[in-house]
């Protein structure tokens, strides 16, 4: 079964605008942690959400966990150009995370 | 603001060479990992290592991979006799703790198979 799969697959929004990215998963999780990795580099940690946690506010992203559901959304408020990159969220059970596909987002000037 | 460091950043290697990929995790952090990417595809876990032990490892880390702690600040990913199929970026990370904690990634070493 697939873990931490994300959506939409690519989003496309200007600058100014907010960008919702959504993420479910099957399995049971300890915590859920959301990444951005630009093009050809490693992955910057941007929150972690546990599961026994509904909301998280970090700057200008907020996340949702809905365990009920199975599900996680990101929210960046505000976007600015430098917020174009992918995004993944990890899905954590023991040691591990598993990731989905990612979800590209650009942001235009 | 401490961040995992990785050498080499670029490591290209011909079939069947045996390649060591490093990395220097947080200081204070005590869970080590590593995780591959294939180009264009999932961030894939392959092991993870506490206290000089693999706590857990993935199907695709076989025979071929191992992974030490040769000193305090070091954590090294060995591939024996790499495959053309090993061509991937790899990366390190590490956390404080193991149970609902950061995983603060490396930069990545892309290793390409000749």
């Known amino acids: 079964s697939q873990q931490g799969e994300e959506d939409p697959q690519a989003l496309s929004i200007q600058e100014g605008e907010n960008a919702t990215m959504n993420c479910s998963y099957k399995?049971?999780?300890?915590?859920l942690q959301w990444y951005r990795q630009n093009s050809g580099r490693g992955l910057v940690h941007l929150i972690l959400?546990?599961?026994?946690?509904r909301e998280k506010h970090s700057g200008r992203l907020r996340v949702t966990l809905d365990t009920s559901k199975k599900s996680s959304s990101l929210l960046i408020t505000a976007s600015r150009a430098a917020d174009t990159a992918s995004y993944f969220c990890?899905?954590?059970?023991?040691?591990?995370?598993?990731f989905g596909k990612g979800i590209t987002l650009s942001v235009r000037p | 603001e401490p961040e995992v460091t990785q050498t080499p950043s670029h490591q290209v290697t011909q079939m069947g060479q045996e390649v060591i990929l490093r990395c220097v995790p947080i200081?204070?952090?005590?869970?080590f990992y590593w995780y591959r990417q294939i180009l264009g595809q999932k961030v894939e876990f392959l092991v993870s290592?506490?206290?000089?032990?693999?706590?857990?490892k993935s199907e695709i880390f076989d025979d071929q991979f191992s992974v030490e702690r040769p000193d305090g600040s070091n954590f090294t990913l060995k591939i024996r006799s790499t495959k053309l199929e090993d061509s991937a970026m790899y990366f390190c990370?590490?956390?404080?703790?193991?149970?609902?904690?950061?995983?603060?990634f490396g930069p990545g070493t892309r290793l390409t198979v000749l």
């Open positions: 990370a590490s956390s404080e703790w193991v149970e609902n904690n950061e995983q603060f």
């Open positions: 399995t049971s999780i300890n915590n």
């Open positions: 959400i546990r599961s026994n946690e």
């Open positions: 990890g899905t954590g059970a023991n040691s591990k995370l598993t």
């Open positions: 200081s204070n952090h005590l869970y």
């Open positions: 290592f506490y206290n000089n032990e693999i706590s857990e």
